[in-house]
């Protein structure tokens, strides 16, 4: 009888240190100075899902379906002429429409950090100003038109799901957004 209670004790010694010492570990990460007044002078903006057509030799092939999030200055977007979701939609139609910047046929040819990095660049530069600091691309996905033509018709014949975008390095647009930021911004513009 004896040895089973110092069993149990020895158990509830062990899970309780085992506990302690694994909260400490997974506790969050301590930013510096600069890292945190970074992120307090930023918001996060989530993105909407925006279908944005794919055009080759004078006809629509397909769509993409894109979900982009941003990282922005707070300072910028109280000074945006429109709302940043409209903004960044514009953008993307002009990046996207028309050009060979995602080649459906080629897709090993895609950047995913490049896709990015014009995104950003392309919108400060509509801006005139340094306003969007990240750009969070949650879904990238190509749809093509006889999918879209058989779903909407009601066709009971199987279509391919969604075909996610790879890039020429194995990356597969999947951003998270932080859920944390996704709470504190609470009001989105």
Not at 15 to 21: E, K
Not at 28 to 38: C, G, I, K, M, N
Not at 86 to 101: A, C, H, I, R
Not at 150 to 167: F, L
Request: hydrophobic share 45%; net charge negative.
């Amino acid at each position: 009888m004896l040895k089973l209670l110092f069993t149990g004790v020895w158990v509830c010694a062990v899970t309780l240190g085992s506990v302690y010492f694994s909260m400490q570990y997974a506790s969050a990460p301590v930013l510096s100075d600069a890292e945190a007044e970074r992120r307090a002078s930023e918001e996060y903006v989530p993105g909407e899902i925006v279908t944005v057509p794919v055009i080759k030799d004078g006809a629509v092939q397909g769509y993409f379906l894109a979900k982009l999030s941003f990282s922005a200055k707070r300072e910028g977007i109280a000074k945006l002429h429109a709302p940043l979701r409209q903004l960044v939609t514009d953008e993307l139609y002009d990046l996207l429409v028309g050009s060979k910047f995602i080649d459906v046929a080629d897709t090993g040819s895609f950047d995913l950090p490049h896709f990015k990095l014009q995104v950003k660049d392309g919108l400060n530069g509509k801006l005139g100003r340094e306003v969007i600091t990240e750009v969070l691309v949650e879904q990238l996905e190509y749809l093509s038109k006889l999918d879209v033509e058989r779903a909407s018709s009601g066709q009971a014949i199987a279509y391919d799901k969604p075909a996610p975008v790879v890039d020429r390095n194995g990356n597969v647009a999947a951003d998270k957004l932080p859920e944390a930021a996704v709470k504190a911004s609470g009001s989105v513009h």
